[in-house]
């Protein structure tokens, strides 16, 4: 039995992946993923839940990984005032792409 020991850095967006690595093209990094070194490859797999899913899954179905690490910009947009690699502490959470509009305000199912 082979030992799987690559491993996946799953970028949720393009937005994410610019900042990441502002030097690798994103496109079609979940059918081809970037190879960063022998053993680290990394994706720009989707936004959202569905979509993150969708293209995770993708991924899982077509290559072998040994684990998978979850990596992004944690709200440092543009627009924020943070910067990339900026340590923030999140008091709390809440799933922004679950939720409705009402009246061009936002409401997350989640509190």
Do not use: H
């Amino acid at each position: 039995m082979r030992t799987l020991r690559k491993t996946l850095l799953a970028v949720p967006s393009s937005v994410e992946w610019k900042v990441l690595f502002p030097k690798v093209p994103y496109e079609n990094s979940v059918q081809k993923p970037f190879v960063l070194s022998s053993s680290l490859e990394a994706a720009c797999v989707g936004v959202g839940l569905v979509g993150f899913a969708s293209g995770f899954t993708q991924l899982l179905g077509s290559r072998q990984y040994a684990k998978a690490i979850l990596v992004g910009i944690a709200g440092a947009l543009p627009f924020s005032g943070l910067s990339s690699g900026t340590i923030v502490r999140v008091d709390a959470e809440c799933v922004g792409d679950v939720g409705y509009w009402n009246d061009g305000v936002f409401s997350p199912f989640s509190n």
